[in-house]
């Protein structure tokens, strides 16, 4: 009957790995916590561009993170994914590990990850004030909506701020302590809403389906022991996450395809 008891016998009757080998580990203790100068090499430095993740309150791992500004009547959006490649080399020990394991697990009260928490939570996280290597996908839009040009680069970037779906709603709410707390993000806040309307209306237009599945969170107390099962609020937060991450997989997705790297 100890707390958490429950959730080890669901780990274990999965065989779920809940330890990293002691090779693994090595190798994730010989990875720098911060970017050395020789990864910079060759990468865009937008380090200088405000840039923000929006996660859940609870969230750990940090692997995406966006920007917005204006270029004239157009928008710039980035969307930026953190760089792990660069610190797992294909079939290294972390690379096979995270092979194996496939996938993060998520339970009610914990994330067994898919690599070691110095990585998944350290240099692989975009942590607001510390550089970080990404995968950067910037796209400029118009008005209406509609692509003009993209670029996807490696680059170097530093988050400005980690903020929450919750917040960034309150401040779409007018809510003041929200707005005295994202203080100077707020012009930047209500152009995201501002731009995700727009790429969801285009989207729209081309027959596009809104699967607005309800998802549920178990809410446990100290002990453990679930007190409530709950739907996760979907706020205007979590709509502008979802429409630059599609727009950054279209995008990626149209890239390869006129690479012909993708053959039907």
């Keep these: 009957n100890a707390p958490g008891t429950d959730i080890l016998a669901i780990v274990k009757s999965f065989n779920i790995p809940s330890e990293f080998p002691v090779k693994v580990m090595n190798q994730a203790m010989r990875v720098p916590d911060h970017v050395q100068e020789a990864d910079r090499d060759g990468r865009t430095d937008l380090t200088q561009l405000m840039t923000v993740t929006i996660d859940g309150e609870d969230a750990k791992d940090l692997d995406d993170a966006v920007s917005v500004e204006r270029d004239g009547e157009n928008y710039v959006l980035g969307v930026h994914i953190a760089d792990v490649t660069n610190y797992v080399q ?78 960034v709603s309150a401040v779409l709410e007018q809510d003041e302590q929200a707005l005295r707390e994202y203080e100077g993000f707020v012009p930047m806040i209500w152009m995201m809403k501002e731009l995700s309307e727009l790429i969801r209306r285009k989207r729209g237009k081309r027959g596009a389906i809104d699967f607005d599945f309800p998802e549920t969170k178990i809410v446990l107390d100290e002990d453990g022991k ?39």
């Design 90 to 167: 294909e079939k290294s020990a972390l690379d096979r590990e995270a092979l194996e394991r496939g996938t993060s697990v998520y339970l009610a009260d914990r994330v067994i990850p898919m690599l070691p928490h110095i990585l998944s939570n350290g240099v692989c996280s975009l942590n607001a004030g510390e550089e970080r290597l990404a995968l950067s996908c910037i796209m400029t839009i118009s008005p209406k909506g509609e692509m003009i040009s993209h670029e996807i680069t490696e680059s170097v970037i530093c988050v400005d701020k980690r903020m929450s779906y919750n917040k």
């Design 226 to 264: 679930p007190i409530e099962v709950k739907p996760y609020d979907r706020n205007p937060a979590t709509e502008i996450i979802e429409d630059f991450m599609l727009m950054a997989n279209e995008t990626v997705a149209e890239e390869f395809f006129w690479l012909s790297l993708i053959h039907i």
